[in-house]
């Protein structure tokens, strides 16, 4: 047994509480942790097999009649890494049991539905680990930044987003809500590095300039979303995220928090093993 | 540059050809790969790298405008590796462009749509890997064997499956249909194992014991499926799958050998990439 690099585990560090100030968050910290990086890759790996025996303990209760099951949202500003969280933490598991979904700009078809309409339809399914790349979320950060809608109507979103995740909740959903903060500074050499390499030329998009200038717009938006959002079944955990390999590792620990905490074992045999090892090898 | 232990590719000695017999086929064999176990891991973590680089094109270009994607049919008897396959060759690549669908006894609602519907339903989207565990194919194997529909019905599926095979060929998707071939003595010895632990046991349906027992009506109706519905556009291949490493690796290649078929590049940029640069560095 080595010892826990960790002081204090993400879900206490990193968890948002009220009075929470975003603009006193570090993205280059490290909270609660005092390995360095090698070490921190190294432990990720070496929670993943863990990982991946929680996911596949949450898949058989899903193929058992069990109504459990997970939903990480993954909510950040451009090249906050939430992509690099879905490769590399979520791509521990085995994809059988993954449905990963990213939200962009809605169609008219579900524009007229009202924006919880595709999310919905997105939720995984009994016995899976649900992905959201950005989510409900954005209808109270970019819909309110570019003012799409009047204040009265996405502020009105807050409680029923609340309402919609308590309701998922009971329902059998353990969620895990995740901002990645990165900082301008870091951002602007994500997005020069994406200019510099052709083959990341289809991950940049001229518009995201415009979030980067509303970026104290953007952080108000957090700031009222994290204060109005974080409850007791559907906290946000707040990731400081400069440093990519310290965001996929505290992910990864929240997950594993999370899975843990379900307490799944596997599920009993609902037929006679030695008959059916008779029946099998006539024995 | 290693020398390949490869003396003819998958996508030869595996494509089913008129007037192969399904009988004939040898479960423990490893055609065309004179390495062994551990080289054969070694070469499938190795190929991994190209396989999620050529994904991540795939990807970026269905980000793009693009409208190809890939669909991986996997078909085969229980414990024949169908899920072994998805966690350890599908595992490899980024679950962002991933989206794997099991098919069991269809819902009622499903059944009363056609079988073709779930099917379409679940088609990839542009610029995905699909994977189907089971697939519309059991319209032709547990249908015909349990004899769920008269003859004239479900010997119609034939042609409508090439029909539409041919039509989401045709839409861009690239079908690549794996049939896992176990022998009974292998599968008598993988079913034992999952009663010898109770971490299987969810894994285990009694029932499994039914389609066993109708090993050769399965056959007969695999060989026909082959033969009728190997096609141009959307060949099979049969692969031997007693070693679970060998039909692994055997898939990881046939996948690799699709996606390079598609020949695609990193997507260009469709802006100024020096302006951006000045743009966001002021320089």
């Not at 879900?11 to 390995?35: E, F």
């Not at 990086?37 to 058989?60: I, P, T, V």
Request: proline letters at 6%; a neutral charge.
């Amino acid at each position: 047994m080595t010892k826990s690099p960790w002081t204090e585990h993400p879900t206490r560090t990193l968890r948002w509480r009220p009075g929470d100030r975003l603009d006193a968050v570090d993205p280059r910290a490290t909270p609660g942790y005092h390995g360095g990086k090698r070490a921190g890759k190294r432990l990720l790996a070496e929670h993943g097999a863990e990982l991946s025996d929680l996911q596949e303990r949450l898949f058989a209760h899903g193929r058992t009649g069990g109504v459990r099951n997970v939903l990480l949202v993954l909510q950040g500003m451009d090249t906050s890494g939430k992509g690099g969280i879905v490769r590399h933490v979520v791509g521990m598991v085995d994809p059988q049991g993954v449905r990963c979904r990213g939200f962009g700009r809605p169609t008219p078809e579900e524009q007229a539905r009202g924006y919880l309409w595709r999310i919905r339809n997105a939720l995984p399914d009994a016995g899976l680990l649900g992905v959201f790349d950005r989510s409900h979320y954005e209808q109270v950060l970019v819909v309110r930044v570019d003012a799409l809608e009047p204040p009265a109507t996405w502020q009105a979103h807050y409680d029923e987003i609340n309402d919609f995740e308590a309701e998922i909740a009971d329902a059998g959903t353990a969620i895990v809500k995740v901002v990645l903060a990165i900082s301008p500074e870091e951002q602007l050499e994500r997005l020069v590095s994406r200019l510099d390499r052709p083959d990341k030329h289809w991950k940049y998009d001229p518009s995201d300039l415009r979030a980067r200038e509303q970026w104290d717009e953007y952080q108000a938006a957090y700031q009222d979303m994290l204060d109005r959002t974080s409850t007791d079944v559907a906290p946000w955990y707040v990731v400081p995220a400069d440093r990519k390999w310290f965001s996929r590792l505290a992910v990864g620990e929240l997950l594993r928090h999370e899975l843990r905490g379900l307490d799944l074992g596997w599920p009993a045999a609902d037929f006679d093993v030695q008959r059916q090892r008779r029946l099998l090898t006539g024995r």
